[in-house]
């Protein structure tokens, strides 16, 4: 099993940054494809960045391309998620995920594993 923590959520006005991280424990996920997604009030979940095993790949969604990168360090076991840039509305609960995706890095059912989520407000 793999537990997934989410910390470096809060408050930022707009035109700020946030740098996410996602822990994980249980065991390493240096062979899983990690990813972060956000749900946002009354939306639905949707995906916000991905990266492969090897860290060779990555898929970032388009409303956070040029703003959001997503890095891991697999020495550390943990992701990161840097948010540049950020608009109100970025407002979310962030959550990271990993798994040994198959395809459709995505897509949030591919995942087998969650954090809790840490929230990002982004004020005007």
């Known amino acids: 099993q793999v537990q997934l923590v989410e910390s470096g959520g809060g408050l930022v006005q707009a035109g700020g940054s946030l740098r996410l991280s996602c822990a994980a424990s249980?065991?390493?996920?240096?062979?899983?494809?990690v990813g972060w997604f956000r749900q946002a009030p009354g939306k639905e979940r949707e995906f916000v960045a991905a990266?492969?095993?090897?860290?060779?790949?990555?898929w970032i969604a388009d409303s956070v391309k040029g703003r959001f990168t997503i890095s891991r360090d697999n020495a550390k076991n943990t992701v990161y998620l840097q948010m540049n840039r950020l608009k109100p509305e970025d407002t979310a609960v962030y959550y990271c995920?990993?798994?040994?995706?198959?395809?459709?890095?995505?897509?949030?059912?591919?995942?087998?594993?969650w954090g809790q989520g840490t929230q990002v407000t982004v004020s005007s």
């Open positions: 990266m492969g095993w090897s860290g060779d790949s990555t």
């Open positions: 249980g065991r390493t996920i240096w062979r899983y494809a």
């Open positions: 995920a990993a798994g040994r995706v198959s395809s459709g890095v995505t897509k949030s059912d591919e995942y087998d594993y």
